[in-house]
């Protein structure tokens, strides 16, 4: 599975961005997906995941600082794993990366680098 994030920049405090994870290779479907974001001087932090059900059986969670702002959501006819993100603050700033995840097996994307900043 080879993942590419896209969907980063430069944005203002309080402005909105849209990440987006294209997924090649094995069926996209199969896979628990997230998005991971690392500053530097600082741990990887999980910020979105969502599982592999469909409807009633989709599950979202987010981490408590994002709650209410981000919204994680997948395309499984286009293999896209999205990140909306809004009211952005200076701290969401960092470099974002998702994951793919079946059986214990990991994949990643490279990351895409998000500013927010005036």
């Known amino acids: 599975v080879q993942l590419v994030e896209s969907g980063g920049g430069l944005v203002q405090p309080g402005g909105s961005l849209r990440l987006s994870c294209s997924g090649s290779?094995?069926?996209?479907?199969?896979?628990?997906l997230a998005w991971y974001r690392q500053s530097p001087g600082s741990q990887r932090e999980l910020v979105a995941e969502i599982n592999t059900g469909v409807g009633s059986r989709q599950v979202k969670s987010y981490a408590e600082s994002v709650n209410g702002r981000f919204t994680i959501s997948r395309e499984e006819s286009n293999g896209i794993v999205s990140l909306k993100m809004n009211d952005l603050k200076p701290e969401d700033s960092a470099v974002y990366c998702c994951?793919?995840?079946?059986?214990?097996?990991?994949?990643w994307g490279q990351g895409t680098q998000v500013n927010v900043a005036t």
């Open positions: 290779g094995r069926v996209f479907s199969y896979y628990n």
């Open positions: 994951k793919a995840n079946v059986g214990g097996i990991k994949y």
